[in-house]
T-cell receptor
Framework: NAGVMQNPRHLVRRRGQEARLRCSPMKGHSHVYWYRQLPEEGLKFMVYLQKENIIDESGMPKERFSAEFPKEGPSILRIQQVVRGDSAAYFC?????????????FGEGSWLTVV | ELKVEQNPLFLSMQEEKNYTIYCNYSTTSDRLYWYRQDPGKSLESLFVLLSNGAVKQEGRLMASLDTKARLSTLHITAAVHDLSATYFCAVVLFGNEKLTFGTGTRLTIIP
């Protein structure tokens, strides 16, 4: 899983600021997923992207959150006007998209703290 | 809506003992994953189970899948301290690539 690169690893933002989290998938992987983990809880799906396309965003909050995976560069999860409840670990995962038994690899996570 | 439940949520066990973590899910799935997470760390992939009756083993951990019962188990044999972690199962539905995670089982191995 070391191949999925996330940055920053830790981010502190004041309420009302914007947070941008970046994810570079493993080499050869064209599918990116974002998950959120609140303290002492499991991971919750947020969004699934392929290059330049959002495939499934059913887990994204309706406001303030957006995600993209441009043709060039990393996937970005953007949180506008952060609130304390956004404090969580945000994990990115990637896969090659071939459903035949492939492992989905996770990055090291980005820990967001809103103060 | 797919629901994935694990039990127990917390498990303290002595070294050298055996135990099993259970993962039940509510809808026919395409495949099932087991992950390990240490505190403040990312998820480490342990197993991917694809078909009914699948069994995979790595060291002291063995995972199995019964698709008819919608049940997977993670069996720990002769536990050692470095297996202490939180273990998650996660399910993927047919035609959908997102993981739905179970609640996690926090395992503590006591010397």
């Amino acid at each position: 899983n070391a191949g999925v690169m996330q940055n920053p690893r830790h981010l502190v933002r004041r309420r009302g600021q914007e947070a941008r989290l970046r994810c570079s998938p493993m080499k050869g992987h064209s599918h990116v997923y974002w998950y959120r983990q609140l303290p002492e809880e499991g991971l919750k799906f947020m969004v699934y992207l392929q290059k330049e396309n959002i495939i499934d965003e059913s887990g994204m909050p309706k406001e303030r959150f957006s995600a993209e995976f441009p043709k060039e560069g990393p996937s970005i999860l953007r949180i506008q006007q952060v609130v304390r409840g956004d404090s969580a670990a945000y994990f990115c995962a990637s896969s090659p998209g071939d459903r035949a038994g492939n492992t989905i690899y996770f990055g090291e996570g980005s820990w967001l703290t809103v103060v | 809506e797919l629901k994935v439940e694990q039990n127990p949520l917390f498990l303290s066990m002595q070294e050298e003992k055996n135990y099993t973590i259970y993962c039940n899910y509510s809808t026919t799935s395409d495949r099932l994953y087991w992950y390990r997470q240490d505190p403040g760390k990312s998820l480490e992939s342990l197993f991917v189970l694809l078909s009914n009756g699948a069994v995979k083993q790595e060291g002291r951990l063995m995972a199995s899948l019964d698709t008819k019962a919608r049940l997977s188990t993670l069996h720990i044999t002769a536990a050692v301290h470095d297996l202490s972690a939180t273990y998650f199962c996660a399910v993927v539905l047919f035609g959908n690539e997102k993981l739905t995670f179970g609640t996690g089982t926090r395992l503590t191995i006591i010397p």
